[in-house]
């Protein structure tokens, strides 16, 4: 995984969650975050959208188990 | 000749709703939290017996106390709702007689959500330009409530229910249309995103489907309440609301700064904060007027309208840009300017 963008995927889903920049890595399970729940799936698809212009396929991000996930999801519809 | 908005006001049952309420029936919930996602204190319900006809004439009757006009100078009715009295008749019918509108007026249904009151405008405007009409009343009213299982929080926070008439008529005009042009999307791929799944005819409703199970985030409903998948809304949101402001512009030849104010779908207040700021729109040209009504789908923008209207928000003739968008998926856009 292209280590940049995990570091880009964990400031903006900190930002999303509004929890401290560093307290994510990248093969954090997503149901470990609290917080993790269906309006934080909204608030990082904003998030998203704002930061890169990136509307996210709902179903591939609801299929997402980690951090990394994320990332590999982002570069996928960039 | 040119159609154009001539009066609005609306109704919003008695009963009221509020995030306190909502806070003391869902413990893990905080009023603070539900007000500050949804941007909504309260909503309306409609009563047991109270129907989406019983919402349409009171708000049709305020219009006529209004003095807009009297319910024999209607020539035509539209009535938008996805929550009818019954299967048939037409409500438009029932509120034809119950409002006195005379039997020479032409009246029908048609079921939108959120993109409801913008479609009906075009149908008016159709109407009255080619002489078919001279003064349409427009009417959209729902009561989603009916549709709501009462432990699914997710819905309940956001949903309220309401009813709003609309006056469009001929009027004289010099500088260009009052209503439109026009920019309309359907895609029918999103249809099980938003749905009731049964009560049609496809699936009836039975005890099989009546059985409540958990869902998403502590949500509970079965197959007769409706069903919302926020995130697949929440992302056909952000691909259709800007595409089709920026074709509506193009068609229209005006630029961002000519719009005098923005009305769109009042879906919830994070999706509006969210579409103002990509849109880069000033918040004193955007109205966000859902605190006390929660989204009353085909109303929200009428409401709006009128709220800004009487307090002074939106001025007279301003070039007003209105955005509906949802249920089907289904949007449309229209620009207005109401003398």
Redesign the interface.
């Known amino acids: 995984m292209d280590v940049v963008a995990v570091i880009s995927v964990t400031e903006i889903l900190c930002e999303a969650l509004e929890l401290p920049d560093g307290t994510l890595s990248g093969d954090q399970a997503l149901a470990d975050i609290e917080n993790w729940?269906?309006?934080a799936?909204?608030k990082f698809?904003?998030a998203v959208?704002?930061r890169l212009g990136i509307?996210?396929?709902?179903?591939k991000?609801?299929a997402c188990e980690t951090v990394e996930d994320l990332a590999a999801l982002l570069q996928q519809q960039r | 000749m040119n159609a154009a908005i001539k009066a609005i006001d609306y109704y919003l049952p008695e009963r009221v709703l509020s995030s306190a309420q909502l806070a003391a029936e869902f413990p893990e919930w905080q009023v603070k939290k539900i007000e500050d996602k949804t941007g909504i204190r309260e909503r309306h319900i409609a009563g047991n017996d109270e129907c989406a006809s019983d919402l349409a004439m009171r708000a049709a009757r305020k219009l006529f106390e209004g003095g807009a006009c009297r319910p024999g100078d209607i020539d035509y009715l539209l009535f938008c709702t996805q929550s009818p009295d019954y299967f048939l008749p037409s409500t438009a019918c029932l509120l034809q007689d119950r409002l006195g509108i005379p039997i020479s007026a032409g009246a029908l249904d048609f079921n939108l959500g959120c993109s409801g009151f913008v479609y009906g405008l075009g149908l008016a405007k159709g109407l009255i330009e080619t002489g078919q009409a001279g003064r349409v009343l427009l009417v959209t009213a729902e009561t989603y409530s009916k549709f709501l299982h009462s432990r699914d929080k997710s819905v309940r926070t956001i949903f309220g229910d309401a009813a709003a008439a609309t006056l469009i008529e001929t009027v004289d005009g010099d500088g260009g249309p009052y209503i439109g042009p026009f920019v309309f999307g359907t895609d029918g791929r999103g249809a099980e995103d938003l749905i009731v799944p049964t009560g049609g005819m496809r699936r009836s409703r039975s005890a099989e489907t009546a059985i409540v199970m958990e869902a998403e985030s502590g949500n509970w409903r079965s197959q007769d309440n409706l069903y919302v998948n926020g995130p697949k809304i929440f992302e056909f949101t952000l691909r259709v609301v800007p595409q089709s402001i920026d074709t509506l512009l193009r068609k229209a030849g005006k630029r961002m700064e000519e719009i005098d104010f923005f009305v769109l779908h009042q879906a919830n207040q994070f999706i509006l904060d969210h579409l103002r700021g990509k849109m880069k729109i000033p918040s004193e040209r955007f109205s966000v007027a859902l605190s006390n009504t929660g989204n009353t789908v085909s109303s929200t923008i009428p409401i709006a309208l009128k709220d800004a209207r009487d307090s002074g928000q939106l001025g007279s003739n301003w070039l007003t840009m209105l955005v509906g968008f949802g249920v089907g998926y289904s949007w449309g856009a229209t620009l207005v300017r109401s003398p």
Do not use: G, R, V, Y
Request: aromatic content about 0%; proline content about 6%.
């Open positions: 729940d269906s309006l799936i909204l698809m904003a959208d704002k509307a996210l396929k709902p179903n991000l609801i």
